[in-house]
């Protein structure tokens, strides 16, 4: 019952990040479930997936509904990334517990320089200097090329294999990618961006269920706190500042590096 209550709350904390941030299920489920919950690697990576799924494809709905999920490229992106997917989960098998952590510790700290680089929690606007997905000005979808299908599809493949390999949804690359490679606005790049997450996360999850690497124990009860977080930061969201709140996430995700590293090196 105490583990149990315990991923709960871990779970809670997870979705307290997503729901005032937007983004962070996996880059902090996973540190969280290996530094709190006492998870190796290869066991936090496809729970801290179920909840970034579950989170994912909620708002992905939404966006879909509102007519702002561009499914075709989601639906090209997420197929490249479901079969790298399962390359990322191979290697990070094969790499040793400190290697992995420390790769994950690097990437943290990418992330929080470029969060903290980053002008007034807003995303950039991309480079007008070389958009080869551009949409069609009377249906508005995309003029699909072989151009535009080969980055759209290298990007997503690039977001699988690290979702594999870390346990991470990839947001971080789909997300520059669509604002670099197409003319979207900003809300259909992030409802875009949340449809890949989400058919991505799903391929991992199901990749490690059948190879019985999920413990059902901890999942469910981290995935449930991850709901219930998820609606309280919402509900909160909206009366914080966001470049605040961008600039103590940045911070949250070096302090979290910081004690990865100090984990993977025993200190």
């Known amino acids: 019952m105490e583990i149990e209550l315990l991923h709960i709350l871990l779970g809670l904390v997870i979705g307290l990040v997503m729901g005032v941030t937007g983004a962070g299920g996996g ?24 909840a970034v799924f579950v ?15 561009r499914y075709r490229a989601a639906l090209l992106m997420a197929l490249t990334g479901a079969l790298l997917s399962p390359a990322g989960l191979w290697l ?13 510790a690097l990437l943290l700290l990418v992330l929080a320089v470029r969060a903290l680089r980053q002008k007034n929690g807003a995303l950039d606007e991309g480079d007008s200097d070389f958009v080869p997905c551009i949409r069609d000005d009377g249906s508005g979808r995309f003029q699909w090329t072989s151009r535009c299908a080969g980055y759209l599809a290298l990007s997503g493949g690039g977001a699988g294999f690290l979702s594999g390999l870390l346990g991470v949804g990839g947001g971080f ?12 606005g900003v809300r259909s790049v992030v409802a875009t961006s949340l449809a890949v997450t989400a058919l991505i996360s799903f391929t991992v999850v199901v990749t490690s269920a ?36 961008q ?19 025993g200190i």
Do not use: C
Request: aromatic share 8%; glycine share 10%.
């Open 210 to 245: 059948f190879a019985g690497k999920i413990d059902a124990a901890i999942a469910w009860p981290f995935v449930a706190g991850a709901l219930g977080g998820m609606v309280i930061g919402q509900a909160f969201a909206r009366r914080l500042n966001r470049q605040q709140v």
């Open 173 to 184: 690359v789909i997300v520059p990618a669509l604002q670099k490679y197409t003319d979207l």
């Open 92 to 104: 990070g098998q094969q790499l040793h517990q400190q290697s992995l952590k420390a790769v994950f």
């Open 27 to 50: 880059i902090i489920g996973v540190p969280l479930l290996v530094l709190a919950g006492g998870l190796s690697m290869g066991e936090a990576i496809p729970i801290a997936l179920m």
């Open 247 to 265: 600039k103590a996430f940045a911070w949250l995700l070096i302090m979290v590096a910081v004690l990865m590293l100090m984990k993977a090196f």
């Open 55 to 69: 989170a994912a494809l909620s708002a992905a709905l939404i966006g879909l509904k509102d007519g702002q999920v």
